[in-house]
């Protein structure tokens, strides 16, 4: 059974940085794209970055440059650096699976999150 833990989520004041990781099991970590995404209070739930198997990396406009993800096969685990944070980063962050690459689409199933909240 597949089973994807995030943590690393904090209070943070703006301008400050934040690594999260995710912990993959039940899966083999390497033959998978990866994302993170994050739900705000009222508000859908927005792919913030992802990574494909080779590496590649993709990121909206809203974070990137300052959202970096990487991935660690050999641990399973998936990381996003977030630096020069806003409070409108301020959200649950999740780990997934990405189905497809093309359309960026996750597995149904979601884990926990791990809250960022940035705020002075």
């Known amino acids: 059974q597949v089973q994807l833990v995030e943590s690393g989520g904090d209070l943070v004041q703006p301008g400050g940085s934040l690594r999260l990781s995710c912990a993959a099991s039940?899966?083999?970590?390497?033959?998978?794209?990866m994302g993170w995404y994050r739900q705000a209070p009222g508000k859908q739930r927005e792919l913030v970055a992802a990574?494909?198997?080779?590496?590649?990396?993709t990121y909206p406009d809203s974070v990137k440059g300052r959202f970096t993800i990487s991935r660690d096969n050999a641990k399973s685990t998936v990381y996003l650096q977030m630096n020069s944070l806003k409070p409108e980063d301020t959200a649950v962050y999740y780990c997934?699976?990405?189905?497809?690459?093309?359309?960026?689409?996750?597995?149904?199933?979601w884990g926990q999150g791990t809250q960022v909240t940035v705020s002075s």
């Open positions: 997934n699976i990405i189905t497809s690459w093309l359309t960026r689409t996750p597995r149904p199933s």
């Open positions: 990574i494909g198997i080779g590496g590649t990396t």
């Open positions: 039940g899966m083999i970590f390497s033959a998978y794209h």
